[in-house]
C-alpha cells in the first residue's frame, strides 16, 4: 500500500471510470474524496467499501462542477477533513452531440465548464497543498478526442484539446516542486454509460448489438475492444509511483491504435 498516507480527490467518480480511480488508489492505501451525482444510498456504499479498502477515512463530495466557488471549497474540505490532497483526478465530464451550426449554447458552455475549466479550478486550488509538501500527481481524463477529432462534437473535441494544453502548461509551470500532470487519452471505454447506449442505438439504426458495437462505437479502434476501466485504473496507479516521477507534460494514449494512423 504505497499511498498510505496519501489523500487523493477524484471527481466524476460515484461510477465508471472515475469510481475505477478511486477504488485502486484506495485499494493502495490512500484516503480518498469522490464526487459526483447519483443516489444518495449507492453513494454511501461506495464511500463506506473505499474506507474499507484503504484503511483509512473516505469522504463523499457533492461539489457541482460547474460553480468554482464549489470546487474551492471541495479542495479545502479534502485538505481539513482528509489532509492534502496529494493526488487529484479530473475525471469529471458531460457530452452533446450536434452540428456546430444548431449546436445549443447552454451545451456548450457547460460542456466547457464541466470537461475543461473544472480542470484549471480544482488545480489552481490543490496546487499550493501540494507545493508545501513538494509533492503532488494531477492527472486528468482526457480523450482521444485531445488529439483527434470527430463531426457534431465541437464543444467536446474543444475541451478536450485544450485539457492536453492545460496540462503541459501546468507541467512546466510545477516541474521543480515534486508535482507531475498528465492527461490520458482513452479511446472508447466499457462502461456502464456506454452499454446503456447500445439498445437505442440498434433501435434507430435498425443494426445489430454486434454491429453497433464493431461499427459504430469501435469504428474508429484497430483494436476492435473496448478499454476497460481497470486498464486506465492501472495507469493512474503507475503514475502516482516514484518510478513514474520523470512523466510530466504527457499526453498518454490508451486508444486500442484509434490516433495511431
Known amino acids: 500500500m504505497f499511498l498510505k498516507g496519501k489523500t487523493a480527490i477524484v471527481t466524476g467518480s ?9 477504488k485502486v488508489l484506495a485499494a493502495e492505501g490512500a484516503a ?13 456504499t461506495e464511500r463506506a467499501n473505499l474506507a474499507q479498502m484503504s484503511g483509512t477515512d473516505a469522504r463523499y463530495s457533492a ?11 471541495m479542495v479545502k474540505e479534502c485538505a481539513d477533513t482528509l489532509g492534502g490532497p496529494d493526488i487529484v483526478i ?23 465548464a464541466i470537461n475543461l475549466s473544472s480542470t484549471f479550478h480544482l488545480m489552481r486550488a490543490a496546487i499550493p497543498y501540494m507545493k508545501a509538501k513538494k509533492w503532488g500527481r494531477i492527472i486528468s481524463t482526457a480523450s482521444a478526442h485531445s488529439l483527434v477529432a470527430s463531426p457534431n462534437k465541437s464543444a467536446y473535441v474543444a475541451a478536450k484539446h485544450g485539457l492536453a494544453g492545460l496540462t503541459k502548461t501546468v507541467a512546466l509551470e510545477t516541474a521543480t516542486f515534486g508535482i507531475t500532470v498528465n492527461c490520458i487519452s482513452p479511446g472508447y471505454v466499457w462502461t456502464p454509460l ?8 440498434m433501435k ?13 462505437l469501435l469504428a474508429a479502434q484497430p483494436t476492435k475492444q473496448f478499454v476497460q476501466p481497470d486498464q486506465v485504473a492501472a495507469l493512474v496507479v503507475f ?9 510530466t507534460g504527457a499526453n498518454l494514449s490508451m486508444d486500442g491504435g484509434w490516433t495511431a494512423a
Not at 456506454?194 to 442505438?201: A, F, H, L, M, R
Request: glycine share 6%.
Open 204 to 216: 434507430t439504426r435498425n443494426l445489430t448489438r454486434e454491429q453497433v458495437i464493431n461499427d459504430v
Open 239 to 247: 503514475l502516482c509511483r516514484d518510478e513514474a516521477a520523470q512523466i
Open 90 to 112: 479530473s475525471n469529471a465530464g458531460i457530452q452533446h452531440v450536434s452540428p456546430v451550426e444548431e449546436f445549443p449554447v447552454d451545451k456548450w458552455d457547460a460542456i466547457i
Open 14 to 22: 460515484t461510477s465508471g471510470i472515475g469510481l475505477a480511480y478511486a
Open 32 to 44: 480518498v474524496m469522490i464526487n459526483g451525482f447519483g443516489e444518495a444510498q449507492a453513494i454511501e
Open 63 to 73: 461539489a457541482d462542477m460547474t460553480k468554482p466557488d464549489q470546487i474551492a471549497a
Open 194 to 201: 456506454v452499454e446503456g447506449q447500445i439498445p437505442d442505438t
